[in-house]
């Protein structure tokens, strides 16, 4: 057995062949119009594969084939026993192709190869197989009627489902979507991001391998203008579940309004605050995680703690232990197992960070670390990790979805300002809170507005509980029985007696 070093995966990246057409009814297939366009990777700046752009026809294609699937019924009505051992299947062979899966995500948008390996696909094949349990376990209601009636409310599968998803983690949010919708008997479509589709039509692949019928699992790789907006137009889709920024999650809204009023189910963008009372009991460990809550991932974490509000009291202390604690997190070659920091997603993107940095500047922040653009090997989309002190709540870098290593220190005086603060944002997805004071505990998690609020860590998450935000993060949960709810409807039969 070779050392799993830097070498060895960078030999690995050299003979992967990853397929990248779509997958429409259980085969690859070429886009309609023939057109590709290149998967790059961020820090080799090499091309992975040309990728079918899907478009209109495409996604006219994927929509007949699910819903002639759906209404065969091999899935939609198949025995729940058959689902759940179809869908375990898949999550052992998701755990069999762990090496090439980890090493699709790492070169696609440039996430530490460890990450990958060891968070990204154990974590979207543990979700398979918590769907899959879920599928045999699960109960209709009779409702309290007189003794004149039965009345049955069962759950049925909506039909159609379509997902939209983000670059950010690009496997596990293909698994986020994918499960839930066929746990519950619908067929899907799910276009991947532009940056990053290679994953997800392995996936598709894994899931015929692992005997989901033909039809039930299509991916339209392509842009978003051209598959995405087709399937948020398309009349024969009857739910669309989409995570991604705030302003494309609003375009869905409108397509549904202006084709056929598909359920539409939005999980945007974030900017949580994460709240530091000076009666916190290990300020080590606060630290730790307020690192890793807005450095993991490179910052491209839509719940990114990317707001920290610190008590004035432990300011310059807890700042000191941050500057240590953000050490961890220097950029380097995504192959290189020791690596935590990888590249950004592409040029752009990390322009568009730099961007805030400069606004930050601009506006009288105190730049304490990082800050700087870094060209590592033939790569220049790395950013160090980045710290603001001094930021004021007006500040761009305070209010705007950053989605980069840039973390902004603001300091309070009292839990009522703390609490203002925190809820002075038009997002609403996240939020931590840390003090060893039970009450206040309580106090504050009630008082934030967020669909999770942590205490004593950041960004708790687990295929249990649910996860989704308020205001202008979206609405809906993902993970959690809760998900199935997005894609299943209720159906009341009466029956007179
Ligand atoms: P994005 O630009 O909104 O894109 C998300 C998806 O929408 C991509 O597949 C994209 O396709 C597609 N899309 C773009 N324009 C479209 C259009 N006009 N019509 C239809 N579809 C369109 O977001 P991103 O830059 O990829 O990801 C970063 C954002 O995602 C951040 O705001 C982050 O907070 C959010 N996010 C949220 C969560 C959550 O659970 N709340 C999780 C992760 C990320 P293309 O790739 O082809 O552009
Ligand atoms: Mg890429």
Not at 81 to 98: C, G, H, I, M, T
Not at 426 to 449: C, F, K, N, P, S
Request: aromatic fraction near 8%.
């Amino acid at each position: 057995m070779h050392a799993r070093d830097t070498a060895f995966w960078t030999a690995s990246a050299a003979t992967l062949r990853p397929a990248a057409q779509a997958y429409i009814n259980g085969r690859l297939q070429d886009a309609a119009d023939g057109r590709q366009f290149a998967s790059v990777c961020p820090h080799t700046g090499q091309t992975l594969a040309m990728v079918a752009r899907c478009d209109r026809a495409d996604v006219d294609a994927a929509v007949v084939a699910a819903r002639r699937s759906f209404d065969a019924g091999s899935w939609s009505r198949c025995h729940p026993r058959e689902r759940k051992v179809v869908l375990q299947r898949l999550a052992q062979l998701l755990r069999d192709n762990a090496d090439d899966l980890a090493l699709l995500d790492c070169l696609d948008m440039g996430k530490p190869i460890s990450d990958a390996l060891n968070i990204d696909v154990p974590a979207t094949a543990g979700l398979f197989d918590w769907y899959a349990e879920a599928c045999d376990k699960l109960y209709d209601e009779v409702a309290p009627t007189g003794p004149d009636a039965l009345a049955l409310v069962t759950r049925e599968p909506v039909g159609v489902v379509a997902a939209v998803i983000p670059w950010n983690f690009p496997l596990d949010m293909a698994a986020w979507k994918v499960a839930p919708a066929l746990a519950a008997g619908n067929s899907v479509l799910l276009k991947p991001a532009e940056q990053s589709p290679l994953s997800a039509i392995r996936l598709a692949q894994l899931a015929s391998e692992a005997g989901l019928p033909d039809g039930v699992l299509n991916v339209l790789p392509g842009y978003g203008e051209e598959a995405g907006q087709a399937m948020g137009l398309h009349p024969d889709i009857d739910c669309l579940s989409f995570t991604g920024s705030t302003e494309i999650g609003k375009r869905f809204l409108a397509y549904s309004a202006a084709s056929n009023m598909k359920m539409v189910w939005l999980e945007c963008g974030g900017k949580s605050p994460n709240l530091v009372f000076a009666d916190c009991a290990d300020l080590d460990a606060a630290a730790r995680k307020a690192a890793f809550g807005i450095y993991f991932n490179q910052g491209q974490v839509c719940s990114a703690s990317s707001r920290l509000l610190v008590e004035s009291s432990i300011h310059d202390c807890f700042v000191e232990k941050l500057l240590t604690e953000m050490a961890a997190f220097q950029p380097g070659n995504p192959l290189d197992p020791a690596t935590r920091q990888g590249t950004l997603v592409d040029a752009g993107h990390t322009a568009r960070v730099q961007g805030f940095i400069a606004s930050g500047l601009q506006q009288g922040a105190s730049l304490l670390s990082g800050g700087e653009r870094l060209h590592i090997g033939n790569s220049d989309c790395y950013l160090q990790p980045t710290l603001f002190t001094g930021v004021t709540p007006d500040m761009r870098i305070a209010r705007e979805e950053i989605f980069g290593p840039v973390l902004s220190v603001l300091r309070f005086d009292s839990e009522a300002e703390a609490i203002a603060m925190a809820n002075d944002s038009i997002y609403g997805l996240a939020a931590a809170v840390w003090t060893d004071q039970l009450r206040r505990a309580h106090r504050v998690a009630r008082a934030l507005r967020a669909g999770t609020v942590s205490v004593n860590t950041v960004d708790a998450l687990d295929p249990g509980v649910p996860f989704g935000g308020c205001k202008q993060s979206g609405f809906g949960r993902d993970l959690s029985l809760h998900a199935l709810d997005k894609f299943s409807q209720l159906k009341t039969t009466w029956i007179s007696l």
